[in-house]
T-cell receptor, first 107, second 117 residues
Framework: ELKVEQNPLFLSMQEGKNYTIYCNYS?????LYWYRQDPGKSLESLFV?????AVKQEGRLMASLDTKARLSTLHITAAVHDLSATYFC???????FGAGTRLTVKP | DAMVIQNPRYQVTQFGKPVTLSCSQT?????MYWYQQKSSQAPKLLFH???????NEADTPDNFQSRRPNTSFCFLDIRSPGLGDAAMYLC????????????????FGDGTRLSIL
């Protein structure tokens, strides 16, 4: 059974700092997704990663994929308050989601 | 703007009374998904349609059914809602994900929050 593990589950960081969220998955997959969800809202697609070594960047967020290690990372650079949200990774085999990382960025 | 629209945004139903949630899209995407998301949990895929082909997840309760009468519309029917079915239900669409080396993000509707009395 496919398992997707995210860590940390909760992350509190100060503005201007950098941090990385990790997403491990247990079986081979051809596609990995990252999403953002604000409280009470729907999901917003951030990145789709297709191949080993793929790296994508949008603003202060950068996602990467290592299919050999079955690991994806979401790196936050110089965090700002507007990035506070819950971030999910999902693996395409059956769109299995990680538990999510609740990020709070404090001034 | 092309988008995914879910109706209603909030739905209240009684225990055991059938309820239908709707989703429409103007993106002309061939894949449509239904997710259930309970409070403080990750979304869970219930089923998806690949064109007219219905794909049910193994652990989706029989109480949940879906219909896709055409490309634009997809419905989620809950035949006898229980208290445990209270959740946010999310509809999403995407283009054919099997096309190699093409980014196909999912587009989500705003969700329907279902309450059971």
């Amino acid at each position: 059974e496919l398992k997707v593990e995210q860590n940390p589950l909760f992350l509190s960081m100060q503005e201007g700092k950098n941090y990385t969220i990790y997403c491990n998955y247990s079986t081979t997959s051809d596609r990995l997704y990252w999403y953002r969800q604000d409280p009470g809202k729907s999901l917003e697609s951030l990145f789709v990663l297709l191949s080993n070594g793929a790296v994508k960047q949008e603003g202060r967020l950068m996602a990467s994929l290592d299919t050999k290690a079955r690991l994806s990372t979401l790196h936050i650079t110089a965090a700002v308050h507007d990035l506070s949200a819950t971030y999910f990774c999902a693996v395409s085999n059956d769109m299995r989601f990680g538990a999510g990382t609740r990020l709070t960025v404090k001034p | 703007d092309a988008m995914v629209i879910q109706n209603p945004r909030y739905q209240v139903t009684q225990f055991g009374k059938p309820v239908t949630l709707s989703c429409s899209q103007t993106l002309n995407h061939n894949v449509m998904y239904w997710y259930q998301q309970k409070s403080s949990q990750a979304p869970k895929l219930l089923f998806h349609y690949y064109d007219k082909d219905f794909n049910n997840e193994a652990d989706t309760p029989d109480n949940f059914q879906s219909r896709r009468p055409n490309t634009s519309f997809c419905f989620l029917d809950i035949r006898s809602p229980g208290l445990g079915d209270a959740a946010m239900y999310l509809c999403a669409t995407s283009r054919d994900p099997s096309v190699l080396r093409v980014n196909q993000p999912q587009h989500f509707g705003d969700g329907t929050r279902l309450s059971i009395l």
